[in-house]
């Protein structure tokens, strides 16, 4: 009776084609008949790998692929109507805050403070702006830096007399 082609090439039936191709040229390199010295033993064994390789690869693979992608379509389909859900709660809850507005000011509650966001980041940036500007200023008059400076001036001054 045959052996389980799997089980020739120490792999699960689950395998991919990758793993299967890379069982298959191990086991071939480990029991090739000129690497064992023409050994009987390694001739079957080598024999019994190919047989198992060609039993694999021809069996049609079963519709795997087909329902991976099956499922996957399913998946996103679900994802779709949990979005589209999700959306439709979101435009109601906005729709309610719109008109709750809209019923407070005509009862004449005051309308909600909304935080100046606008003046605060310009503000943040602005002085950023400053303190990093002052940071340049104070480097630019460091001694290193202005012997540098004088440096690149006098490499200029002498590629300018050339």
């Not at 029991?31 to 024999?47: K, Q, V």
């Amino acid at each position: 009776m045959p052996r389980d082609p799997y089980r020739v090439l120490g792999v699960p039936s689950t395998a991919s084609s990758e793993e299967l191709h890379d069982a298959y040229r191990r086991l071939v390199k480990l029991h090739h008949p000129d690497r064992n010295g023409g050994s009987e033993e390694s001739a079957r064994r080598f024999a019994e790998v190919q047989e198992a390789y060609e039993a694999v690869r021809s069996r049609p693979r079963a519709a795997r692929p087909q329902q991976r992608a099956a499922d996957a379509a399913d998946a996103v389909k679900e994802r779709m109507v949990k979005l589209e859900r999700e959306l439709r709660e979101a435009q109601a809850a906005r729709e309610r805050a719109r008109q709750a507005a809209r019923d407070a000011v005509r009862d004449g509650e005051p309308e909600p403070r909304v935080a100046e966001t606008d003046d605060s980041i310009a503000k943040i940036l602005g002085d950023l702006r400053d303190e990093v500007s002052g940071k340049v200023a104070q480097g630019l008059r460091h001694p290193a830096v202005k012997r540098v400076g004088d440096l690149i001036d006098d490499a200029i001054s002498r590629v300018d007399r050339r």
